[in-house]
Structure formats: structure tokens, C-alpha cells
Nanobody, 115 residues
């Protein structure tokens, strides 16, 4: 069973930065597409960024130029560097591991952007 553990969330002022990490276990990490999703109160969960096994990335329009997803296959970890944070980035951020029809989620980490 895939295990995903997120860390790095917290409270940050507008314009600040955070880096989220997601450590994966019980999978052959390098072959999975890894992603970050977020869900704000009263809203649907949405894709923030994803990175494939070969390193191709895609981003939500709302975070392009501000967020960067990366992966370290040696550490079984995927990262989300978030810069120039805005109040509208406030949400619970979830790590996702996808391979074929399988889809696994972490427990989520809260990111709050507020002055």
C-alpha cells in the first residue's frame, strides 16, 4: 500500500515562500507521476502541479511562474516550491501518486497565506 507523507505547510505572509515535501514509501517511486493538489474551504480539489517519470511538468494557470514542482528519485520525494504566495493560495495541499489506474493520496498539509 502506497504511503505518502507531506510536510512543510504553515502560515506565511503574502509574498512569502514555502516548500512542501512529500515522502513516498512502498512504491517504485521513479515510475509514478507525482502531483500536488489543493482544496480550499467550499471548493473542489484542484491540480496545482504534476511531474511525470521523465520529468515533464504541468501547472495550473494560477500558479505558473510562482510554483515549481520537482522530484528526487533517490530520496523518493517530490517537492513543491511556492514563491510569491497569495491569500488565494490558502488551502490544504495534498500529494498524489498516479500509475495507470492507481491513485494514492497523502493526508494533506495546511498552507495559510495571511498578514
Amino acid at each position: 500500500q502506497v504511503q505518502l507523507v507531506e510536510s512543510g505547510g504553515g502560515l506565511v505572509q503574502p509574498g512569502g515562500s514555502l516548500r512542501l515535501s512529500c515522502a513516498a514509501s512502498r512504491i517504485i517511486f521513479s515510475i509514478y507521476t507525482m502531483g500536488w493538489y489543493r482544496q480550499a474551504p467550499g471548493k473542489q480539489r484542484e491540480l496545482v502541479a504534476a511531474i511525470t517519470r521523465v520529468g515533464s511538468t504541468n501547472y495550473a494557470d494560477s500558479v505558473k511562474g510562482r510554483f515549481t514542482i520537482s522530484r528526487d528519485n533517490a530520496k523518493n520525494t517530490v517537492y513543491l516550491q511556492m514563491n510569491s504566495l497569495k491569500p488565494e493560495d490558502t488551502a490544504v495541499y495534498y500529494c498524489n501518486a498516479k500509475l495507470g489506474g492507481s491513485n494514492s493520496w497523502g493526508q494533506g498539509t495546511q498552507v495559510t497565506v495571511s498578514s
